[in-house]
């Protein structure tokens, strides 16, 4: 992909219930601009759901209005190139997400770390481990 497609995507956040009655009224639109949507979360720390809507660039704006007139007010447009930046290894989405994902350990890892990591599941079966199983 260029590094300047204009392919992104929309994002509205609320509660995943509303963002999914959104979607369903966005989907009876049967806009030819929205190529996709999606709906994802909430995962920790947000509390919002997210509603993505992947468009091009230049019919985000046709998306927009009939998303006001479904009384959305607020939405944020966010280019693909951006969201892959985010999710490199060092990257803002991939760290804060590494952060927050739960882990499970095994018994055997457990008694070998000075310290537990936050968030985190003892399992007794090493194979759920997810610092020595695979
Ligand atoms: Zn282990």
């Known amino acids: 992909m260029a590094k300047h497609d204009d392919f992104g995507k929309l994002?509205?956040?609320g509660r995943r219930d509303e963002l999914v009655a959104l979607?369903?009224?966005?989907?009876?639109?049967?806009?030819?601009e929205v190529q996709s949507t999606k709906i994802q979360g909430p995962s920790p720390p947000y509390k919002d759901a997210v509603l993505c809507i992947y468009c091009n660039e230049p019919n985000a704006d046709v998306i927009w209005a009939s998303l006001?007139?479904?009384?959305v007010k607020r939405r944020i447009w966010k280019y693909g190139y951006e969201t892959e930046k985010?999710?490199?290894?060092?990257?803002?989405l991939r760290k804060l997400n590494e952060q927050y994902r739960p882990r499970r350990i095994c018994t055997s890892c457990l008694s070998s770390m000075n310290e537990l990591p936050s968030n985190i599941t003892i399992v007794e079966d090493s194979s759920l481990c997810d610092y020595c199983g695979h």
């Open 86 to 92: 985010d999710w490199e290894p060092m990257g803002r």
């Open 68 to 71: 006001q007139q479904l009384g």
């Open 23 to 32: 979607k369903n009224h966005l989907l009876k639109l049967s806009l030819r």
């Open 11 to 13: 994002l509205v956040f």
